[in-house]
């Protein structure tokens, strides 16, 4: 779509009662004659670099031909440098790399009685609720 077409069309329903209310909005232009219908979708804009303002006063701006200036010294990167950590325990880092495999083994060994335990109890639920009379195990004592 052709933007004089869009165009029309919102004007078209400005005058409609309904889309009155409808405000448009016009692109943003630095120039004082809009650009041709052509170039309007790949305008430059101009951006300043951040920075502080003396930095911005040095720069040359691309285009105009003047000779740019040589960069000053590179900031000390001391500020940035951090002090070594010191070197790993092994020993402690063995001795709690052990206690989380015996707790994770705990753990199993808790989650699968706990399976047993409630497949158990259901077999014996089941048979209650069917009405039988021998659900409950008996045990017998070993001779």
Not at 26 to 35: A, F, G, K, R, W
Not at 50 to 78: K, W, Y
Not at 88 to 97: E, G, I, P, S, V
Request: proline letters at 9%; glycine letters at 6%; charged letters at 25%.
């Amino acid at each position: 779509m052709s933007v004089s077409r869009i165009a029309n069309v919102l004007n078209k329903a400005a005058e409609t009662p309904e889309l009155a209310a409808v405000k448009t909005q016009q692109p943003m232009s630095s120039e004082p004659t809009s650009p041709k219908p052509a170039e309007q979708d790949h305008q430059v804009l101009p951006f300043r670099p951040r920075g502080s303002s003396r930095m911005a006063a040095r720069r040359v701006d691309i285009g105009h031909g003047g000779p740019a200036e040589p960069r000053g010294q590179a900031d000390d990167l001391s500020r940035y440098e951090r002090v070594r950590d010191p070197p790993d325990d092994f020993r402690h880092r063995m001795l709690a790399n052990l206690a989380a495999i015996a707790f994770t083994i705990a753990l199993m060994a808790v989650g699968i009685w706990l399976v047993i335990s409630i497949a158990g109890l259901r077999t014996t639920q089941d048979c209650i609720l069917m009405g039988r009379r021998d659900c409950a195990p008996i045990s017998a004592p070993h001779f």
